[in-house]
Structure formats: C-alpha cells, structure tokens
C-alpha cells in the first residue's frame, strides 16, 4: 500500500463522506494544531512501524500513514504558501 492509496474508513468521514475527520479538525482547530497533529501521527506510526503487528507488512503500513501524514502537513504548507501569494 502506498501513502496515496491509504484511504480512511467510512467512520472517518461524515456529510456522505464529503468530510474527512481530519480536515474537520483543521476547520475546527486551524492550520497550526493541524500540522501539530500531523507531526504527531507520522511521529506515532514511525516510532511504532517495528512493533505493531510483528510483519514486513505492518511496518510498511504504517510508515506509508506516516508519510500520508507528512503529505497532509505539506498541503496545508502549500495552501499558506499560496495565502501569502
């Protein structure tokens, strides 16, 4: 599975999935705790990824939330870049 192939659960998403918890929680709460918040999680699944699960697999799952994370972090960089333009 790749970060871009990472796709919440049903659960996650409310509004006929139109909205995903975490983009949610960025409306609620801002950019800054939500790139707090992904700092967090891709620190959580990276400091983990060897643990959970015991299989080849499992690490590269988490990891590639990780980097889904990440990627969540650098659009949300992007969108401030683009505000400043």
Not at 31 to 59: E, P, S, V, W
Not at 60 to 75: G, R, V
Request: proline share 4%; with cysteine.
């Amino acid at each position: 599975m790749k970060p871009n192939e990472i796709v919440p659960p049903r659960h996650y998403k409310r509004d006929e999935g139109q909205l995903e918890c975490f983009e949610a929680f960025r409306q609620m709460f801002g950019n800054q705790a939500a790139l707090h918040a992904c700092m967090f999680n891709a620190t959580k699944y990276i400091f983990r990824h060897d643990k959970k699960g015991c299989t080849h697999q499992a690490a590269i799952t988490d990891l590639d939330k990780a980097i889904h994370y990440i990627e969540f972090a650098k659009s949300i960089y992007s969108q401030l870049e683009e505000e400043d333009l």
